[in-house]
């Protein structure tokens, strides 16, 4: 055989036949959206433009979801290498800057969400100020969120609300890699320790000993005992929302990975362990693990997108060999089941990536839709898969 005789593998041209579509969707949203911001999830399976909140107008930087957008952007670069590609992730440093300058809707932990893909990526990559000086206004701000004596950073609204205060969420592993790039860039450990003081205490009591987690769990604001789980999102309080469980997967790892705290390690693998064990024929999760054998509840294809880059994480700090293949080839077929039965690509009808994801499924939200952080990171799983020696955001 001759080197021109070598074909790719049927995974490898299904992979690029995917990435092709991804980006043409991509594409096409900068058209449509240029310097503006989509919904959170599609309504009917199309993004509209985000409603106005928070005393701005529609279409505007609000909410948690934003980042996912330009961190698309910083995806398709990375994959094409683009002139267009990076003029659009560059654009939308200012509307974070003048954001976080003038307070909007700031009152959330996931402030690690909306500036490690916005700022952080820039600042690494160019050394560009404005992002850089946002991306660390925004870490200071996290850091008014630090609770103590319990050392957790209050997941959600205003600190003095009764009903928030002391709270935090599984999510939020995800919100301290801010945290991190802030003391390395400043070379002040107060960021990385408030980090990795509120990791520990998700890993003691986030984490049930059976392996499951709590979607949010409260401490007492005054003494910092914990005091209970509840969750918000899932079907019940003991049951394992699905996607808590993928940010359990992805952010214990990549708390690992910063602290190198073994124990973070094994809570990543006991996460992946119990999502791979509770998933139906088509790898794909529904909205709650408790619902492995059940039809009729919907899929959430962002907790499979997010377990896929988790769970590839995850081998990729494992020194045992066999364990890291059997998470690699469990991403694997839950990527090609995204490709092949929840992607848009051939549909004309989507302006998301991937269809089928929950956002609130007891509030009624967002159930049966796409949603941005889903599509973030299928993208994120697509360009992990087919782009060797990607560099990763988070
Ligand atoms: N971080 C919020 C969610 O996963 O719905």
């Known amino acids: 055989m001759t080197a021109t005789d070598v074909r790719p593998s049927p995974d490898a041209e299904a992979m690029a036949a995917a990435v092709a579509a991804a980006l043409r969707t991509v594409d096409a949203n900068i058209d449509t959206f240029g310097d503006r911001y989509p919904a959170d999830t599609t309504a009917a399976n199309h993004y509209p433009l985000r409603p106005p909140a928070a005393g701005q107008p529609e279409g505007a930087n609000v ?215 509770h998933l139906p024929d088509d790898h794909v999760a529904y909205w709650d693990l408790a619902f492995a054998d059940r039809k009729d509840q919907e899929r959430d294809s962002s907790a499979a997108a997010i377990a896929a880059c988790g769970l590839v994480e995850l081998a990729d700090n494992l020194t045992d060999p066999a364990r890291a293949d059997r998470y690699r080839e469990a991403a694997t077929l839950i990527l090609r089941s995204l490709i092949d039965n929840y992607s848009t690509a051939g549909h004309l009808v989507s302006n998301s990536l991937i269809l089928h994801g929950v956002y609130d499924k007891p509030k009624g939200v967002g159930v049966d839709e796409g949603n941005l952080w889903g599509d973030y990171f299928y993208l994120e799983a697509l360009t992990r898969a087919t782009t060797p020696g990607w560099t990763n955001p988070w």
């Open 63 to 277: 909410g948690w979801t934003t980042s996912f957008w330009p961190g698309m952007l910083w995806l398709a670069h990375d994959l094409t290498g683009g002139e267009r590609h990076l003029r659009a992730a560059l654009s939308h440093v200012n509307s974070f800057a003048d954001r976080v300058a003038y307070g909007i809707d700031l009152d959330t932990h996931d402030l690690g969400f909306l500036y490690t893909l916005s700022c952080v990526t820039p600042a690494r990559r160019f050394g560009d100020r404005r992002a850089e000086e946002a991306a660390l206004a925004a870490a200071d701000h996290l850091m008014t969120r630090v609770l103590e004596p319990a050392g957790i950073i209050q997941a959600w609204g205003d600190l003095n609300d009764p009903r928030q205060r002391g709270r935090t969420i599984i999510d939020s592993l995800m919100n301290t890699p801010l945290l991190f790039w802030a003391s390395a860039t400043t070379g002040d450990d107060r960021y990385a320790a408030a980090a990795r003081r509120h990791t520990a205490q998700l890993r003691q009591h986030i984490l049930r000993p059976d392996g499951t987690t709590f979607h949010t769990f409260y401490w007492d604001p005054a003494t910092g005992a914990p005091l209970r789980g509840e969750t918000e999102q899932g079907h019940a309080d003991d049951s394992c929302w699905a996607r808590g469980q993928a940010w359990g997967i992805y952010g214990f790892g990549i708390n690992y990975r910063y602290t190198g705290d073994a124990s973070l390690l094994v809570a990543a693998q006991t996460c992946a362990d119990y999502f791979l064990a």
